[in-house]
C-alpha cells in the first residue's frame, strides 16, 4: 500500500510500471501451448521435407510474383504450416496480421461467408508495407480445409478470385482435390504434399521430446510416428499426451505405452487372433472375441490391423489373402452402417477360420 504516500508527479510512471506488469502477465504460459503450436515452422526455411514445394515457394518470394495456390495431401503433411511460414516471411509477424485471412471452410463453408467475409476482405485496399520484407501489392485469403465448401460457394469464390486478383492471391488447403470443383482448381498452382518419410518425422518427433525433456526409450518414437501413419501433427500430439503421463509417474515413454495411449491394439492379441484362425473351435473363438470387446479395443481398428497382418501371413495363399480381404471389406462397411461389434468380429473370425484351413 505504499503507493498511496507518493507524490503525484510519480503516478504515472507507477501506472506505467503497473500495465508493463499487466501485459506481462497476460502473455500465455508456454506449458499450456499445443507443441504443435509451439513447434510450427516459423518461416519457409524450417519446413520438413516437401522440398519441391519449398523451392518453388521460396523463387516466388524473391520475385514476389505468387499465383493462387491449391495445396493438397494427407493430413498433417504441413499444408497450413507452409503457407503461413510465407505469409511471415513475405509480409512480417505483425504486417501477417492484416494482410493475411484465415478461414476454416469446414467451420464456415457457406457461400454467405464467400460473399461477405471473404469478398469484403478480398476488395479491401492494401495496407501500409513493411520495408524490412519484401511485402508485394497484394493481401492472402486462406481458405482451409476447403473440400468442406459447398458447390455454391465454391462457385463463388472463382468469381471473387478473377475480380480481385490484382490486389489479392488465394490459397486453397484441402485433403481431397477431387472435391474441388475444375473451374476453381484451373485457376491454381497445384502443389501435392506428401507424407513425411518415416525418418524425418521421427528426426522431428526427437528433436520435440529433446526441447521438452521427454525420456524416451528405443522404439518408442518411431512407435509414435508408425501409429501416426504420416501425419506428424498426430504424433506430436500423442508426443505431448503420452508427456504428461511419464512427467506424472516419472519415468521413460516406450512402445507399449504408445500403444496404450493411441489405442492401438497390442500385437500379441492381433497374433492371438491370426493363430486362432488354424482353430475350428467355435466356442473358443467366441471366447476370443469376447475377451478382445471386453477390453474395450474398437473392432474397426482390429479389423484393420488384423488385415495388414493377414496380408503379411506367409502360411496363406494369395487366393485365400484376397478372400479374406474381401470378407474384411464386408464386416468393414457392416460396421460402418453400425452393426454390432461383437457379432461381426465373431462373424469374422468364423469365415476366416473357414478360409485358412481351405485348401
Same mark, same amino acid.
Given at each position: 500500500?505504499?503507493?498511496?504516500?507518493?507524490?503525484?508527479?510519480?503516478?504515472?510512471?507507477?501506472?506505467?510500471?503497473?500495465?508493463?506488469?499487466?501485459?506481462?502477465?497476460?502473455?500465455?504460459?508456454?506449458?499450456?501451448?499445443?507443441?504443435?503450436?509451439?513447434?510450427?515452422?516459423?518461416?519457409?526455411?524450417?519446413?520438413?521435407?516437401?522440398?519441391?514445394?519449398?523451392?518453388?515457394?521460396?523463387?516466388?518470394?524473391?520475385?514476389?510474383?505468387?499465383?493462387?495456390?491449391?495445396?493438397?495431401?494427407?493430413?498433417?503433411?504441413?499444408?497450413?504450416?507452409?503457407?503461413?511460414?510465407?505469409?511471415?516471411?513475405?509480409?512480417?509477424?505483425?504486417?501477417?496480421?492484416?494482410?493475411?485471412?484465415?478461414?476454416?471452410?469446414?467451420?464456415?463453408?457457406?457461400?454467405?461467408?464467400?460473399?461477405?467475409?471473404?469478398?469484403?476482405?478480398?476488395?479491401?485496399?492494401?495496407s501500409q508495407a513493411d520495408a524490412r520484407y519484401p511485402s508485394?501489392?497484394?493481401?492472402?485469403?486462406?481458405?482451409?480445409?476447403?473440400?468442406?465448401?459447398?458447390?455454391?460457394?465454391?462457385?463463388?469464390?472463382?468469381?471473387?478470385?478473377?475480380?480481385?486478383?490484382?490486389?489479392?492471391?488465394?490459397?486453397?488447403?484441402?485433403?481431397?482435390?477431387?472435391?474441388?470443383?475444375?473451374?476453381?482448381?484451373?485457376?491454381?498452382?497445384?502443389?501435392?504434399?506428401?507424407?513425411?518419410?518415416?525418418?524425418?518425422?521421427?528426426?522431428?518427433?526427437?528433436?520435440?521430446?529433446?526441447?521438452?525433456?521427454?525420456?524416451?526409450?528405443?522404439?518408442? @518414437? &518411431?512407435?509414435?510416428?508408425?501409429?501416426?501413419?504420416?501425419? %506428424? *501433427?498426430? +504424433?506430436?500430439? /500423442?508426443?505431448?499426451?503420452? !508427456?504428461?503421463?511419464?512427467?506424472?509417474?516419472?519415468?521413460?515413454?516406450?512402445?507399449?505405452?504408445?500403444?496404450?495411449? @493411441? &489405442?492401438?491394439?497390442?500385437?500379441?492379441?492381433?497374433?492371438? %487372433? *491370426?493363430? +486362432?484362425?488354424? /482353430?475350428?473351435?467355435?466356442? !473358443?473363438?467366441?471366447?476370443?472375441?469376447?475377451?478382445?470387446?471386453?477390453?474395450?479395443?474398437?473392432?474397426?481398428?482390429?479389423?484393420?490391423?488384423?488385415?495388414?497382418?493377414?496380408?503379411?501371413?506367409?502360411?496363406?495363399?494369395?487366393?485365400?489373402?484376397?478372400?479374406i480381404a474381401l470378407m474384411m471389406a464386408t464386416v468393414d462397411?457392416?460396421?460402418?452402417?453400425?452393426?454390432?461389434e461383437q457379432l461381426q468380429l465373431l462373424d469374422m473370425m468364423?469365415?476366416?477360420?473357414?478360409?485358412?484351413?481351405?485348401?
Open positions: 500500500m505504499d503507493f498511496f504516500g507518493k507524490p503525484k508527479s510519480d503516478q504515472s510512471s507507477t501506472a506505467t510500471a503497473k500495465n508493463g506488469k499487466a501485459a506481462e502477465t497476460a502473455k500465455p504460459d508456454e506449458r499450456l501451448v499445443p507443441w504443435v503450436e509451439k513447434y510450427r515452422p516459423k518461416n519457409i526455411d524450417d519446413i520438413t521435407a516437401q522440398e519441391e514445394v519449398v523451392q518453388v515457394l521460396r523463387k516466388s518470394l524473391e520475385t514476389k510474383n505468387l499465383p493462387h495456390l491449391l495445396f493438397y495431401g494427407p493430413p498433417g503433411t504441413g499444408k497450413t504450416s507452409t503457407i503461413l511460414a510465407l505469409t511471415r516471411d513475405m509480409y512480417g509477424p505483425e504486417a501477417a496480421k492484416t494482410r493475411v485471412l484465415e478461414l476454416n471452410a469446414s467451420d464456415e463453408r457457406g457461400i454467405s461467408v464467400v460473399r461477405e467475409k471473404v469478398k469484403t476482405f478480398a476488395r479491401a485496399v492494401v508485394p501489392p497484394y493481401k492472402i485469403v486462406i481458405l482451409d480445409e476447403a473440400d468442406s465448401m459447398t458447390t455454391d460457394a465454391q462457385a463463388a469464390l472463382r468469381r471473387i478470385i478473377e475480380k480481385y486478383s490484382r490486389i489479392t492471391r488465394f490459397c486453397l488447403i484441402c485433403n481431397y482435390v477431387s472435391r474441388i470443383i475444375e473451374p476453381l482448381a484451373s485457376r491454381c498452382t497445384k502443389f501435392r504434399f506428401k507424407s513425411l518419410p518415416r525418418d524425418q518425422a521421427v528426426a522431428r518427433v526427437e528433436h520435440v521430446a529433446q526441447l521438452e525433456s521427454v525420456n524416451c526409450r528405443e522404439g518408442a @518414437v &518411431g512407435a509414435l510416428v508408425d501409429c501416426a501413419a504420416g501425419d %506428424l *501433427r498426430r +504424433a506430436i500430439m /500423442s508426443l505431448q499426451s503420452a !508427456a504428461r503421463m511419464v512427467h506424472g509417474g516419472g519415468g521413460a515413454l516406450d512402445a507399449d505405452m504408445v500403444a496404450e495411449l @493411441v &489405442g492401438v491394439v497390442p500385437a500379441a492379441v492381433i497374433e492371438s %487372433l *491370426r493363430v +486362432a484362425w488354424n /482353430s475350428a473351435d467355435a466356442s !473358443a473363438l467366441r471366447v476370443i472375441v469376447d475377451e478382445l470387446i471386453y477390453s474395450g479395443y474398437p473392432a474397426s481398428q482390429v479389423l484393420a490391423q488384423l488385415h495388414d497382418r493377414a496380408m503379411e501371413d506367409q502360411q496363406l495363399g494369395s487366393l485365400q489373402k484376397a478372400k462397411k457392416a460396421l460402418c452402417d453400425g452393426a454390432d468364423m469365415q476366416a477360420s473357414r478360409i485358412a484351413q481351405s485348401a
